[in-house]
């Protein structure tokens, strides 16, 4: 399995400031990862419960936090389920987020 691209990991911190007001701060950690696609019974399966997965991202178990939203060539996906089978790698099943 080749890791030839890459995938901001974004994990998101609750602050508080002087007056109590919280507010959410992102940050994001840069990996590398593969790009897997969906399969067909595995798309359908999720899309009768109202998930629309369209990709797979791979990548070593030990970089993963359990970051709930990605970053892939621009667009912002969110995790809809991990896998991990040996702890070596982890596959993040994720639909885009869509605007508005």
Same mark, same amino acid.
């Given at each position: 399995?080749?890791?030839?691209?890459?995938?901001?990991l974004?994990?998101e911190?609750?602050?508080?400031?002087?007056?109590?007001?919280?507010?959410?701060? &992102?940050?994001?950690? @840069?990996?590398?990862c593969?790009?897997?696609?969906?399969?067909?019974s595995?798309?359908?399966?999720?899309?009768?419960?109202?998930?629309?997965? &369209?990709?797979?991202?791979?990548?070593?178990?030990? &970089? %993963?936090?359990? &970051?709930?939203?990605?970053?892939?060539?621009?667009?912002? %996906?969110?995790?809809?389920? @991990?896998?991990?089978?040996?702890?070596?790698?982890?596959?993040?099943?994720?639909? +885009?987020? +869509?605007?508005?």
């Open positions: 399995m080749r890791f030839d691209h890459e995938l901001d974004i994990s911190t609750v602050i508080s400031d002087s007056l109590k007001n919280q507010r959410t701060v &992102e940050s994001r950690k @840069t990996v590398l593969s790009v897997k696609s969906i399969g067909r595995e798309f359908y399966s999720a899309y009768a419960t109202g998930l629309k997965p &369209e990709i797979i991202f791979a990548l070593h178990y030990f &970089e %993963y936090n359990g &970051e709930r939203k990605v970053v892939f060539a621009g667009a912002k %996906y969110r995790v809809i389920r @991990t896998f991990t089978s040996d702890f070596k790698l982890v596959e993040l099943t994720c639909e +885009r987020e +869509r605007n508005g």
